[in-house]
């Protein structure tokens, strides 16, 4: 076999995936590697690296050859061969299947050990396994897989999830991924992996994320309203309090009346003295005296836990000596 057969030959391997096993005189001076990288949603992306090395002129020119032709001529095929084989597997498990996003490049690497030439297709593969409490890989392989003596199957799936069972067992498992080493002859739907989902053991994570959140933005809400000037609040109500509808005429005399009030006792007088000298509701009271701040005629400033009523500025001068008797 020359060289350029040599990498038509993957596209043979990844027909043998899928479809019925057959048997493949292989040579010994090439490796394939299958990653298979399961997602929640079922689906799984597809990495194929076929490696060689170059040792002679004629192998870098074939390789070159190879590389010129692989978007027009070989990735082409090896998209009809993975359709055909996704139809027969969602023919197989009763499960619609999709195949897309293909890609292919060939490079070459030079390493302490020679030249090599390194080709990759990668496509997606949807409803590959199964989403069921975990994930299922395994029954997409409808005809079984073959492996030869210098190819090797990965499969990796999604961080949080656990191997709960995996047949054949695999020759390597390390991190979030299972491997199998050829030559190796797999049955059908096999090798079948089952995938338990991240546990509870996560949740407490996510509560404490949530947690910090809240924690930031009622600091954030806390600092907001300290920076924002606050007008001072009117003094609550007693149960029962209702406030009387008044008419212009009465309004404009509460209000004459509780200018003169505080013109009687030095320009300023406590909201609650002004209720209790005015005999009226608090609510009443408080009404009018934000309609007199609105107008600019008096100040509200808070003192502990009452707001002091103060003369505006140019209402001072008009007002009387206080009460000997005040404060």
Not at 82 to 110: C, D, K, L, W, Y
Not at 263 to 284: C, D, M, N, Y
Not at 285 to 293: I, M, P, Q
């Amino acid at each position: 076999m020359d060289m350029l057969k040599r990498y038509v030959a993957i596209t043979i391997l990844l027909l043998f995936c899928i479809l019925p096993i057959a048997a493949a005189a292989t040579p010994s001076d090439y490796a394939t590697t299958y990653t298979i990288t399961l997602q929640p949603d079922g689906s799984a992306l597809w990495t194929v690296e076929y490696r060689t090395p170059l040792s002679t002129e004629s192998d870098i020119a074939d390789f070159q050859e190879y590389s010129a032709n692989i978007t027009s001529v070989y990735l082409p095929q090896l998209e009809d061969l993975i359709q055909h084989s996704s139809s027969e597997a969602a023919t197989a498990t009763s499960r619609p299947m999709s195949i897309g996003n293909f890609s292919g490049n060939a490079v070459v690497q030079t390493s302490p050990t020679g030249q090599f030439g390194v080709v990759t297709y990668t496509f997606a593969w949807t409803n590959f396994s199964v989403p069921e409490g975990g994930l299922v890989a395994g029954d997409s392989f409808a005809g079984g897989l073959y492996l030869d003596k210098d190819s090797a199957l990965i499969l990796r799936y999604p961080p949080g999830y656990s191997v709960t069972s995996a047949d054949p067992a695999p020759d390597q498992q390390s991190g979030n991924s299972l491997t199998w080493y050829g030559e190796r002859e797999f049955g059908a739907g096999e090798p079948q992996v089952v995938l338990a989902a991240p546990s509870l053991p996560f949740l407490p994570l996510i509560a404490l994320i949530v947690a910090v959140i809240l924690v930031a933005v009622a600091g954030f809400a806390v600092y907001r309203r300290k920076r924002s000037p606050r007008e001072p609040e009117a003094e609550p109500d007693e149960p029962g309090d209702l406030s009387p509808v008044l008419s212009s005429a009465d309004l404009a005399s509460l209000e004459d009346r509780i200018i003169g009030l505080l013109k009687a006792h030095g320009g300023e007088r406590f909201q609650s003295e002004i209720v209790r000298e005015l005999g009226l509701p608090k609510s009443t009271v408080s009404s009018t005296l934000n309609d007199l701040h609105h107008q600019g005629k008096i100040q509200k400033i808070k003192k502990g836990r009452e707001n002091l009523i103060r003369l505006a500025e140019e209402d001072k001068d008009s007002r009387p000596e206080p009460d000997a008797g005040f404060r």
